[in-house]
């Protein structure tokens, strides 16, 4: 199956086989009006399988969302048919109003108006701490 | 501008600082009765606890200064419905240092983005409640003439007890320190404050099931209340509370300079016949959390 090269855009790579439908309904992406392309099942000489998003518009991608999401990932920048930037993805240290704190007794679940804060206390483990109530994520 | 949200706020000299002050002022109050005039501290608290709040007022008036704020939050306009950020905006106005409490996690460090006045966490749910950490800290210091190097039992409901879980933080960061985590299989010390503080730490510590075996070695015995609604059966309670009560009798075995602590309201986990024993020493606390918010106030007012 032929995809076309994108000439101005953003290619998230690596996406763990399965996870890109995942990855792409947590970035919104079904809201852009320009073409992207979910590649699942792509042959890999890394992991044997991968799945691949490619967008075809250089929007601005929250790459802390990307990175919790997806941290094995790599995203390429792509200007004028060309590589600009290649990134690793890594687990962000903290996060911004991209999980909810589940404990029902955290502060955050009535006070509307606060970001929802998360630090990362143990990346070999992805646990994230909320900032308010220290609960664990 | 600095709060005291969590103990951790404070390094351990600034703790140590708190509770000189403290006993300074134990030694001579009168010269610290005028260090606050024209100061006001907001106690607003957003659940009751008429205890804690008279501590707060009692340390303020004895400092010179004045209070004011609510004891319930139906007295509040956070019952008409106004977020907690916006009331503590207006308070922040009208005082010069707020000490709240707040029945959800976290809701101090909320008040503290948007406060122009230092915050003081008088107890945010099950979470934090440092002031009291610094009464107990400043009772052991007095009654032991130490932080350091004692054995020191918590007996009870571990599990739930926030006033043991920041104690231990407090603890953790003193040098030999030996705990021994007295209580049912049912009300051990969750395994986040066992990983997180005690072996992050290098905690010596043991666990047992029995107050007896424990007694002869504590230099501190912090007691607690098993709570009935913790259980799932009436019989395991019944079963096991008695043997986390506190008797003249049990107290025989223990070392003759020792003190027995408790954050109060006790209810029926230390008998009536322990309080004439020198040992006890869970009213001289209650004394004790008022010169230690005095010595918080000045601290965090920045007053010498
Ligand atoms: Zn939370």
């Given at each position: 199956?032929?995809?076309?090269?994108?000439?101005?855009g953003?290619?998230?790579?690596?996406?763990?086989?399965g996870?890109?439908?995942?990855?792409?309904?947590?970035?919104?992406?079904?809201?852009?009006?320009?073409?992207?392309?979910?590649?699942?099942?792509?042959?890999?000489?890394?992991?044997?399988?991968?799945?691949?998003?490619?967008?075809?518009?250089?929007?601005?991608?929250?790459?802390?969302?990307l990175?919790?999401?997806?941290?094995?990932?790599?995203?390429?920048?792509?200007?004028?048919?060309?590589?600009?930037?290649?990134?690793?993805?890594?687990?962000?240290?903290?996060?911004?109003?991209?999980?909810?704190?589940?404990?029902?007794?955290?502060?955050?679940?009535?006070?509307?108006?606060?970001?929802?804060?998360?630090?990362?206390?143990?990346?070999?483990?992805?646990?994230?701490?909320?900032?308010?109530?220290?609960?664990?994520? | 501008?600095?709060?005291?949200?969590?103990?951790?706020?404070?390094?351990?000299?600034e703790?140590?600082?708190?509770?000189e002050?403290?006993?300074?002022?134990?030694?001579?109050?009168?010269?610290?009765?005028?260090?606050?005039?024209?100061?006001?501290?907001?106690?607003?608290?957003?659940?009751?606890?008429?205890?804690?709040?008279?501590?707060?007022?009692?340390?303020?008036?004895?400092?010179?200064?004045?209070?004011?704020?609510?004891s319930?939050?139906?007295?509040?306009?956070?019952?008409?419905?106004?977020?907690?950020?916006?009331?503590i905006?207006?308070?922040?106005?009208?005082?010069?240092?707020?000490?709240?409490?707040?029945?959800?996690?976290?809701?101090?460090?909320?008040?503290?983005?948007?406060s122009?006045?230092?915050i003081?966490?008088?107890?945010?749910?099950?979470?934090?409640?440092?002031?009291?950490?610094?009464?107990?800290?400043?009772?052991?210091?007095?009654?032991?003439?130490?932080?350091?190097?004692?054995?020191?039992?918590?007996?009870?409901?571990?599990?739930?007890?926030?006033?043991?879980?920041?104690?231990?933080?407090?603890?953790?960061?003193?040098?030999?320190?030996?705990?021994?985590?007295?209580?049912?299989?049912?009300?051990?010390?969750?395994?986040?404050?066992?990983?997180?503080?005690?072996?992050?730490?290098?905690?010596?510590?043991?666990?047992?099931?029995?107050?007896?075996?424990?007694?002869?070695?504590?230099?501190?015995?912090?007691?607690?209340?098993?709570?009935?609604?913790?259980?799932?059966?009436?019989?395991?309670?019944?079963?096991?509370?008695?043997?986390?009560?506190?008797?003249?009798?049990?107290?025989?075995?223990?070392?003759?300079?020792?003190?027995?602590?408790?954050?109060?309201?006790?209810?029926?986990?230390?008998?009536?016949?322990?309080?004439?024993?020198?040992?006890?020493?869970?009213?001289?606390?209650?004394?004790?959390?008022?010169?230690?918010?005095?010595?918080?106030?000045?601290?965090?007012?920045?007053?010498?």
């Open positions: 199956m032929e995809i076309n090269p994108i000439k101005n953003i290619v998230i790579d690596h996406i763990d086989a996870k890109g439908m995942e990855v792409y309904n947590f970035l919104n992406l079904s809201e852009l009006d320009c073409t992207v392309a979910l590649i699942m099942n792509v042959f890999s000489k890394k992991t044997g399988k991968k799945d691949i998003i490619k967008i075809d518009e250089s929007i601005a991608l929250d790459l802390d969302v990175g919790y999401i997806a941290p094995e990932t790599t995203v390429n920048f792509i200007k004028d048919g060309k590589l600009v930037e290649k990134r690793k993805m890594e687990l962000p240290l903290t996060l911004k109003n991209v999980i909810k704190c589940k404990n029902p007794r955290c502060i955050t679940s009535v006070e509307t108006c606060v970001d929802h804060e998360f630090k990362l206390v143990d990346k070999d483990n992805k646990v994230y701490r909320c900032i308010y109530c220290e609960s664990k994520f | 501008m600095r709060n005291l949200l969590s103990i951790t706020d404070f390094s351990v000299e703790v140590n600082g708190v509770i002050t403290a006993q300074k002022i134990i030694a001579n109050p009168q010269a610290y009765s005028e260090k606050c005039k024209n100061k006001i501290i907001a106690t607003l608290f957003f659940e009751p606890s008429t205890r804690t709040r008279l501590s707060f007022e009692s340390a303020m008036l004895s400092l010179g200064g004045k209070t004011l704020g609510f319930d939050a139906a007295n509040s306009s956070s019952s008409k419905g106004e977020s907690l950020s916006d009331t905006r207006v308070v922040s106005c009208y005082s010069d240092i707020i000490a709240m409490r707040h029945p959800k996690e976290g809701a101090p460090l909320v008040a503290s983005f948007v122009d006045v230092p003081i966490n008088a107890g945010d749910g099950g979470h934090n409640h440092p002031t009291q950490t610094l009464t107990d800290l400043l009772t052991i210091k007095t009654e032991m003439g130490r932080l350091d190097n004692l054995t020191v039992g918590f007996c009870g409901d571990l599990k739930f007890g926030r006033t043991v879980h920041s104690l231990i933080q407090a603890l953790a960061r003193q040098k030999g320190i030996k705990l021994v985590l007295i209580s049912p299989e049912e009300l051990t010390v969750p395994d986040y404050v066992k990983h997180d503080v005690m072996d992050k730490n290098g905690m010596n510590y043991v666990e047992t099931r029995s107050l007896e075996e424990a007694m002869p070695q504590l230099d501190v015995l912090y007691m607690t209340r098993v709570q009935q609604e913790r259980f799932f059966n009436e019989d395991d309670y019944l079963r096991l509370r008695d043997s986390y009560i506190l008797t003249a009798e049990k107290l025989q075995s223990a070392k003759e300079k020792m003190c027995v602590l408790h954050p109060l309201p006790r209810v029926n986990e230390i008998s009536v016949d322990v309080d004439a024993d020198p040992r006890a020493c869970y009213f001289k606390q209650v004394k004790n959390g008022r010169y230690v918010r005095m010595a918080l106030i000045l601290k965090l007012l920045g007053i010498e």
